[in-house]
Every structure is written in structure tokens, then in C-alpha cells.
T-cell receptor
């Protein structure tokens, strides 16, 4: 069955440090790939998405993600974390040709001042 | 402003009392979906709709109903709520399968 794995439930980083959140998917073909952010008490907001082409995609709020087909991964990165980045982050895939969304279970980011 | 509007934001109800959570989008999106979010389980799809009068079950449809009589509205109906339906619910809409979702702000439902 298709699945999305976010192996880190919680991550804590210091403000100004770099960040990488991991996402792996299990599916035969390359799906559409997404990262969403959820601030406390809010809905999810789309950070970035990958369809095809350049495997490094840029998103909002200074985030980027790299698609690695050989590793079935789509890791989210930010060079320098701000306190306002503290939130929960969800990776998601959509199987091409369907509207079937599969979300990971999320990674909660804590930022230390 | 392009948005998905859910109401109510918070709801406490008793077991067995029918309720409806409304969802409306102003972006002319064809695709709409309902999710529930529970700690440690991420988001799980309840129902989705690909267009007016076209709906289908997601991963956890038991105990829920939906309807799509108009393009902009996609209400979620709990005919006989039970405590295991206590959760945070999100409505979302999308223009296409690869475009990503716009989410509502959520409805926190407590069934006692």
C-alpha cells in the first residue's frame, strides 16, 4: 500500500540553525509531492510542491525541498530557522491520475531562542 | 480573498444528536474533501467530491455523510455522533490533483 513516512515526530533546533525534515514515500511511480505547514490553531498551508523537472523546488517562507527518486524522498530544508517557523509540518503525496492524497503523520518543530 | 470557510470552529455535542459542519469555498474549485486530524495519525480522508453530485468515500467514511449540491458547498453530516468522532476536522478544496489544497481553519468537535 502507498504510504508516506515522516520518521521524526519532534525536532528541536536553535534559531538561526539549519533545518531538514525528512519525508519518504512508498509508491511505484513518482507521485506529486507536497509540504504543508500547520501553525497552532490553524489549518494547513501549502509550502511547496513538486510535479516534475528540476528536483530542487523553492517554496514560501524561505523553504526548499529536494526530490530524490533513488531514495523515494522529498526532504524539506531551510538554511536559517526563525522562531516563527515553530509549527507542525506535513509531507503529502498525490498519486498521479487520481485525487488520492496521502499525508504523513507530521513533524513538530520547536525553535529555541 | 480566496478561502475555504468552515463553521462552526468549535462544537460540543452529545452522543446521537445529528450535526452538520458546513464548508464553503469561493475559488470555483471542483475538488473538495474532508479530513479528520487526530494526534499521531496525521490527516485521514473522510470523503471527497470531484464535482457537483459526485462524491466518494475516503479512508475513514464510517459514521459520516456528505453532499455536493452546489459547487461551492460541501457539508459534512454526522447523523448520530459518537465519542470516537471527537476530532479536529478540516475541509479542503483544490483546482486540480497537482495543485495542492487550500484548507479551512478547522472545526474542533467534541462528542460527549
Amino acid at each position: 500500500a502507498q504510504s508516506v513516512t515522516q520518521p521524526d515526530i519532534h525536532i528541536t533546533v536553535s534559531e538561526g540553525a539549519s533545518l531538514e525534515l525528512r519525508c519518504n514515500y512508498s509508491y511505484g511511480a513518482t507521485p506529486y509531492l507536497f509540504w504543508y505547514v500547520q501553525s497552532p490553531g490553524q489549518g494547513l498551508q501549502l509550502l511547496l510542491k513538486y510535479f516534475s523537472g528540476d528536483t530542487l523546488v523553492q517554496g514560501i517562507k524561505g523553504f526548499e525541498a529536494e526530490f530524490k527518486r533513488s531514495q523515494s524522498s522529498f526532504n524539506l530544508r531551510k538554511p536559517s530557522v526563525h522562531w516563527s517557523d515553530a509549527a507542525e509540518y506535513f509531507c503529502a503525496v498525490v498519486i498521479r491520475g487520481t485525487y488520492k492524497y496521502i499525508f504523513g503523520t507530521g513533524t513538530r518543530l520547536k525553535v529555541l531562542a | 480573498e480566496a478561502q475555504v470557510t468552515q463553521n462552526p470552529r468549535y462544537l460540543i455535542t452529545v452522543t446521537g444528536k445529528k450535526l452538520t459542519v458546513t464548508c464553503s469555498q469561493n475559488m470555483n474549485h471542483e475538488y473538495m474533501s474532508w479530513y479528520r486530524q487526530d494526534p499521531g495519525l496525521g490527516l485521514r480522508q473522510i470523503y471527497y467530491s470531484m464535482n457537483v453530485e459526485v462524491t466518494d468515500k475516503g479512508d475513514v467514511p464510517e459514521g459520516y455523510k456528505v453532499s455536493r449540491k452546489e459547487k461551492r458547498n460541501f457539508p459534512l453530516i454526522l447523523e448520530s455522533p459518537s465519542p470516537n468522532q471527537t476530532s479536529l476536522y478540516f475541509c479542503a478544496s483544490s483546482v486540480g490533483q497537482g495543485s495542492g489544497y487550500t484548507f479551512g481553519s478547522g472545526t474542533r468537535l467534541t462528542v460527549v
